[in-house]
């Protein structure tokens, strides 16, 4: 009877390493993990320099967006200005003209504006003596290019049937610089639009306010 109570309690011998197998596997495949990680640092170093490089792109993009914005402003607002041909060909007979010389020029001026944050901006000044959270500068820049951009399509929805109605009737000298006036506004209002699809991804990743 006890040699029999002592066979049936002993233990198998193969429990052991069974039950010990998968801790070895585990520790052995964290270790090459570390070991891998360990044996790649350039990894690390690679995704900050690509992550230096958009951060960079996203920094100037605006500035030439603007700069190009002020240009076509600029030729907009001057070619309008200066659509006078006598008797009824002067663009100020005409309200649409106006407003589009209105707005040309004011989207000049808010790029003037822009540039120059812009350019403190990069050189690493401030808007001004206190220091503006990043948040609130982004919001501005991403409000005031939607209203100018605004601004800009509603003046070209005003201008485009107007010239093409006296166009209707004759083609001179005043719809030909009234269309120039109206091409260079629609490319400023394109390179607005750019920069304000800019100005809202950089405001979507700032998380604090």
Do not use: C
């Not at 030439?64 to 070619?79: D, G, N, P």
């Not at 010239?163 to 506004?185: H, V």
């Not at 400023?188 to 950089?202: D, H, Q, Y």
């Amino acid at each position: 009877m006890a040699a029999a109570v002592g066979v049936v309690t002993k233990p198998a011998p193969d429990t052991l390493p069974e039950s010990s197998a998968p801790l070895d596997l585990e520790k052995a495949s964290s270790a090459a993990g570390a070991t891998a990680t360990a044996e790649r640092p350039g990894s690390r170093m690679a995704a900050v320099m690509r992550r230096w490089r958009r951060e960079d792109l996203l920094d100037r993009s605006p500035l030439l967006l603007r700069a190009a914005t002020w240009l076509f402003s600029f030729i907009s607002a001057v070619v309008m200005a200066t659509n006078r041909h006598g008797d009824w060909s002067q663009f100020y007979n005409y309200e649409e003209y106006r407003y589009l010389l209105a707005i040309a020029a004011l989207a000049f001026l808010y790029s003037t504006v822009q540039l120059v944050r812009q350019v403190y901006r990069l050189t690493g000044r401030k808007d001004s003596n206190r220091p503006v959270p990043k948040k609130a500068a982004f919001m501005v820049d991403f409000v005031g290019d939607q209203v100018i951009a605004y601004l800009l399509i509603s003046a070209l929805s005003a201008a485009i049937p107007i010239t093409n109605s006296i166009r209707g009737g004759t083609d001179n000298t005043l719809t030909d610089s009234s269309a120039a006036s109206i091409s260079m506004a629609f490319l400023a209002f394109v390179t607005l639009a750019l920069s304000a699809l800019i100005s809202g991804f950089r405001l979507s990743k700032q998380t604090y306010i």
